[in-house]
């Protein structure tokens, strides 16, 4: 099977070295050369933060190169997954250009992105691709060039979304390829029916936290250390509570549970947002708290606390 590999962020990094652990043949695209250097010349290492011996991926094991080498990728023919571990602001028209240029016929495309709009984009691109829509709670964290800390085993959903998940024989014998090859190198994998819903509850607990954590310069944990943290958290859920009603996207009750469990099972954790403001970098605000604001204004309705958060972590830059 060939795995691709778009952005040698955290994520990419991981992905790329579960594939070629799982006997895949892998290509690595970085959006700096000299990254793609350091990884041809020694590889990747994967270290876990618990008592699990590192997984080393030896130089020359996975063909890394800069994005701008994306055309030269060599087709075989055989199932391709194009793994995007991007962020949306990363996922931009160049970008959705190369692949609607380079993409084999019958690659498979795994977004493993935050927030919402960008499985319909790539809809919009490559309507004749299936789509997946992958959601993590693998929590690595890039070290350096070519090595990620494991913070914790997590495990990834993915599927189709909307009328796209019809059952077939051959999605299916792929996507349990896909399953077995990473299962190989300890990455859980399982496909679902219901990633909508995966994705929505994703973008409920990235919605509060992640602002929040941005604007306060707190770790996750920190949100639960005061009443007006939790009433802040609680006004916002509530808000998401209705702007998912109103568009018919379930949510339950149960919801505020795991986000205070997220918060304290990622307790130590610096959010994504937080990491971007503080190295003065373009946030996904647009595409958590700007998703529910959209949401709402599909339906002639306000998200006004969503919309607040959003100005905020945008007027954070100039
Ligand atoms: O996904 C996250 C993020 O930081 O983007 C959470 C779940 C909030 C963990 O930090």
Same mark, same amino acid.
């Given at each position: ?24 043949? /892998? ?54 997954? /194009? ?32 927030? /919402? ?23 690595? +964290? ?19 979304? $909307? ?45 509060? &936290? ?19 943290? &939790? ?8 808000? &998401? ?19 205070? $469990?997220?918060? +304290? ?11 971007? /403001? ?41």
């Amino acid at each position: 099977m060939n795995i691709e590999v778009i952005g040698g962020g955290s994520l990419g990094l991981l992905f790329a070295a579960g594939a070629a652990a799982g006997g895949a043949s /892998v290509a690595l695209y970085t959006r700096k050369e000299e990254q793609a250097l350091r990884i041809a010349r020694e590889g990747i290492e994967v270290r876990s933060a618990e008592d699990r011996p590192p997984l080393r991926i030896p130089a020359g094991a996975i063909a890394a190169l800069s994005i701008e080498r994306h055309a030269e990728r060599t087709k075989t023919g055989e199932d391709t997954w /194009v793994v995007l571990a991007l962020k949306q602001k990363d996922l931009n028209e160049e970008l959705i250009d190369r692949l609607k240029a380079d993409l084999g016929a019958k690659d498979r495309l795994f977004c493993l992105q935050n927030g /919402v709009g960008h499985i319909e984009r790539l809809r919009r691109a490559l309507p004749n691709h299936d789509i997946y829509a992958a959601i993590t709670t693998e929590g690595a +964290r890039r070290s350096d060039a070519n090595s990620v800390l494991r913070a914790g085993q997590g495990a990834t959903l993915f599927g189709l979304p $909307g009328t796209a998940s019809v059952f077939s024989p051959q999605k299916e014998a792929a996507e349990k390829k896909l399953i077995d090859l990473f299962a190989a190198a300890g990455l859980t994998l399982s496909a679902s029916n219901e990633i909508e819903t995966v994705m929505y509850r994703k973008l409920m607990i990235n919605a509060v &936290i992640n602002p929040l954590t941005a604007i306060w310069k707190i770790e996750n944990g920190a949100l639960l250390a005061s009443r007006h943290r &939790i009433e802040t958290m609680r006004g916002i859920f509530e808000e &998401i509570g209705h702007v998912y009603a109103l568009a018919g996207i379930s949510f339950e009750a149960g919801w505020w549970e795991d986000l205070i $469990g997220v918060c +304290r099972a990622t307790s130590r954790n610096r959010s994504s947002m937080l990491e971007d /403001v503080t190295h003065g970098r373009s946030t996904e605000a647009r595409w958590i708290c700007g998703g529910i604001v959209d949401l709402a204004r599909g339906f002639k309705a306000e998200a006004p606390l969503n919309r607040m958060l959003l100005e905020l972590i945008e007027g954070m830059k100039e």
